[in-house]
């Protein structure tokens, strides 16, 4: 992380991601009653068992849209689509339990480092040192409830899935 915070130093107009914020989102469900949540787990985990962990590495950092960006994400090049393995098969059992209404735009492995502070209009481009380049394991699928406030959401995990390898 301390790429994250040469690559950030400075940065008056952007607000970092909590470091136990950061993921990679495979689906967003928007709200759902909590007497769901058992129900979510079961439904997205239950195809996920006989898959492998994914391989994942940074590309390259990337701001979006592109043109005015509103946040900042490193691009990770998913090894055997494994990632994309991953959420294809929680998002078809989701959509099947109508738990989860499929995204039009196809899945973009990424991590989000930081967004746009409130009240700002156009950020300058993030000049940063090259990120690390190692592929690492995502080797857990978290179910996490996100609560917003306007320091930025902080996520609670509620369910976990340890995937082999």
Partial sequence: MAWREQALAGRGDL??????????????LGYLPERE??????????????LRAPTLAVRELRGVPPRSPRL??????????RASALQGAAAGALGAARLYRPEKRPFWPHITIARLK???????PLESPPAPQEPF???????????????????EALERLHLGS
């Fill in 37 to 50: 949540i058992a129900r979510v787990a079961s439904t997205a985990f239950e195809p996920l068992g006989a």
């Fill in 118 to 124: 409130r009240g700002e209009r156009r950020p300058a």
């Fill in 15 to 28: 607000r970092p991601l909590a470091v136990e914020a950061l993921h990679v989102t495979l689906v967003f």
């Fill in 72 to 81: 900042f994400a490193l691009d990770l090049a998913d090894e055997g689509e």
């Fill in 137 to 155: 394991r995502a080797a857990v699928v978290t179910l996490y409830r996100s609560h917003l406030s306007p320091r930025g959401a902080r996520y």
